[in-house]
């Protein structure tokens, strides 16, 4: 049997859960990442031909 | 409260009488040339794959350089530009209650300008009078009957600029201290982009005019191309304005959300208002007679607008993720599989925004001085348009067919439909991705654009890139089959689909969104702000280049 003190602090995580923005940091990341590597290939066969 | 039925009628007709059978008749009107449009521009995108590809070899009544004029113009100009003011119409006459009766004549207007201007453009280019790719850079001399054809385009394009600009206007002068709907605060800006983007290429087709009917000898080369990007570049962000106010307002609602802050899709769309026009220069970048602190400032800019993109990006993935876990998702990345993947409502855009992370990566690539030596004028860039513009827009658009449609022609979207279009949507991604990206690849091992045969004799680089094209090919196959599912579908759902109401899909804000401030709709100052923009920009270096101009060229023909 929970406490309601449990209960409370459980709800609290859902809640927590249903407003977190942890998966938008994460796909921010890969849009950041996506931009740098295919900035880098480049730039590397750029500096290969010069 | 209960509301009386006239009282309902008086504050939101729509929601009673659904749209105005006459303003749908004026969006209506602008899809069913869209859509004619990409059937004809899909037919010669095929033609041109399957002739890089040495599969085919086209008559001798046709040449390379003609077909390619003509997809270029047809799918670029012409389809673009009739989709986005059939939806914008619609969206404007949703928001505001209806067109003035003014404004209809001017959407007709408009309308007939630019079918004839359309017309006369593509008989020349049918007659092989106008094979000067739709970017028509001087020397390339066509028919001024082309030129004339432009024009008309173009002054169909200011109607309908007039006539959004006085519906606003009049709502605005009834609604003291309201701010606008959001969709009408898009269609302003579109409009107000399309007018200032128009005026440079203008300019430069009035003084094509008369030097390609021998009356005057010679052009400044170098001040058409620099008018012309003037242009083509704000085109561009014209497509990216349209697109995304479909996934700010339509999307969240489709996948039962609410939208983002109403401010910050407000400070995103003046921020591409504002910043837009003076990126021209990227398409220029190793063009002589543009000093290279002018080159900088353009690379600047355009590097710029990355920012309201990556607002935009950030704020799409926060209604995903908040509408997601609403619904249960759970974990990391657990909302993803919450979103409604078998709607083609949403799937159709989805892809359209997944696709503009690789297309907007690749554009900053593109913009970057020593990266575009490696890319400038090869198949990379035409692989990175189809990217941008081939998915992230057009796939939007195909998406939103599958509403706007239906709801114009008071019919319904059938589960069959729906199904139709998931599976229109996955062809279209597949063929794009094996076109677009073996274009990508072939472009980074030297393949030129806009090039019908490029054996060289049979060298073993030009050998190299037999194999990408033909992937081409392949891609494009699949793209001409995507194009007819679509075409069908639209005119299926135009006229045959079962009667019945469609929900225009316009998302709510949160519940504890705070309005949008009224500053947002000072747009007198933008425009001033925009003015000031494109005159630090291009005020000096055109000034230049009249100035210092080296000997004009008179009209070429290398056709
Ligand atoms: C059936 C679908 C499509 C196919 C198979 C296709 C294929 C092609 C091919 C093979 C080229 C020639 C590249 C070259 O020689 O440089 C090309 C160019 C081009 N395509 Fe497409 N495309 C399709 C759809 C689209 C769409 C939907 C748009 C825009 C809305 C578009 C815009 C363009 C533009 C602007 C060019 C460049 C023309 C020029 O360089 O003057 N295409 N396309
Ligand atoms: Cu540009």
Redesign the pocket.
Same mark, same amino acid.
């Given at each position: 049997m929970k406490t309601t003190e449990a209960i409370k602090s459980e709800k609290q995580l859902n809640n927590d859960d249903e407003k977190s923005l942890r998966g938008t940091l994460v796909s921010v990341g890969f849009v950041a990442a996506v931009i740098v590597v295919m900035w880098v290939a480049v730039f590397w066969i750029y500096m290969e031909r010069v | 409260m209960e509301q009386s039925l006239k009282e309902t009628i008086r504050q939101d007709p729509k929601k009673i009488l659904g749209v105005n059978p006459l303003d749908a008749k004026v969006s209506l009107s602008y899809l069913t040339v869209a859509f004619v449009s990409?059937l004809i521009? $899909?037919i010669l995108? *095929?033609v041109? $794959?399957l002739e =890089?590809a040495g599969l085919i070899d086209l008559p001798s009544w046709l040449n390379y350089y003609q077909v @390619?004029?003509a997809?270029?113009l047809l799918? *670029?100009l012409v !389809? &673009?530009a009739t989709f986005s003011i059939g939806y914008l119409y619609a969206n404007l006459s949703h928001a505001l209650g209806g067109l003035l009766p003014k404004v209809r004549k001017f959407a007709w207007v408009g309308f007939v300008l630019m079918i004839i201007g359309v017309a006369m453009a593509v008989t020349m280019i049918v007659l092989n009078e106008a094979s000067v790719?739709?970017?028509f850079y001087p020397p390339l001399a066509a028919h001024p009957i082309f030129y004339i054809g432009l024009v008309f385009v173009v002054l169909g394009i200011w109607a309908c600029c007039a006539g959004v600009f006085i519906n606003y206007r009049h709502w605005r002068k009834n609604h003291p201290g309201q701010v606008t709907p959001l969709l009408a605060y898009f269609t302003m800006a579109v409009f107000v982009l399309w007018f200032f983007a128009t005026i440079g290429v203008t300019i430069e087709v009035f003084t094509l005019i008369p030097w390609s009917m021998g009356l005057v000898e010679t052009t400044n080369v170098m001040v058409g191309r620099t008018l012309f990007w003037w242009f083509g570049h704000t085109l561009v962000n014209i497509w990216y304005l349209v697109a995304i106010s479909a996934w700010y307002v339509f999307v969240p609602k489709i996948i039962g959300g609410r939208h983002f802050s109403d401010k910050l899709i407000r400070l995103v769309v003046i921020l591409v208002v504002v910043l837009n026009i003076p990126g021209g220069f990227h398409h220029q970048i190793i063009d002589p007679a543009i000093s290279q602190s002018i080159k900088f400032l353009h690379v600047f800019m355009s590097l710029s607008i990355a920012v309201p993109s990556l607002m935009t990006a950030f704020a799409m993935f926060a209604v995903f993720e908040r509408t997601g876990r609403k619904l249960g998702g759970k974990g990391l990345l657990g909302w993803l599989k919450k979103l409604p993947w078998g709607d083609v409502r949403f799937l159709a855009p989805m892809i359209a925004m997944i696709s503009f992370i690789f297309g907007g990566a690749g554009g900053i690539v593109n913009t970057s001085n020593q990266l575009n030596q490696v890319i400038h004028n090869t198949?990379w860039v /035409?692989g990175h !348009?189809?990217i941008t %513009?081939?998915v992230s /827009? /057009?796939l939007t658009f195909f998406g939103i067919c599958y509403w706007l449609i239906p709801y114009l022609a008071k019919r319904k979207l059938t589960p069959k439909m729906n199904k139709l279009g998931i599976i229109q949507t996955v062809i279209w991604t597949v063929g794009m991705i094996i076109?677009s990206g073996s274009m990508h690849i072939v472009g980074l091992l030297g393949d030129p =654009? =806009? &090039?019908?045969d490029t054996t060289y004799g049979g060298h073993e680089a030009a050998a190299g890139w037999i194999p990408f094209e033909m992937l !081409?090919a392949v891609?494009?196959t699949l *793209? @001409?089959i $995507? %194009?007819i599912i679509q075409v069908y579908a639209v005119f299926n759902m135009m006229f045959f689909a079962p009667k019945g109401l469609t929900e225009y899909p316009v998302a709510e804000p949160e519940d504890d969104a705070t309005p949008a401030p009224m500053w947002t709709e000072r747009w007198g100052l933008w425009i001033v702000l925009l003015l000031a923009v494109v005159a630090m920009a291009y005020v000096v270096p055109i000034v230049d280049m009249i100035l210092n101009a080296p000997p004009g060229s008179p009209p070429i023909r290398t056709w």
């Open positions: - | 990409l521009g $899909g995108g *095929l041109q $794959g =890089r @390619l004029t997809h270029g799918l *670029l !389809f &673009t790719l739709y970017t198949m /035409v !348009f189809h %513009v081939g /827009v /057009v076109m =654009r =806009r &090039t019908s !081409f891609g494009a *793209l @001409l $995507g %194009v």
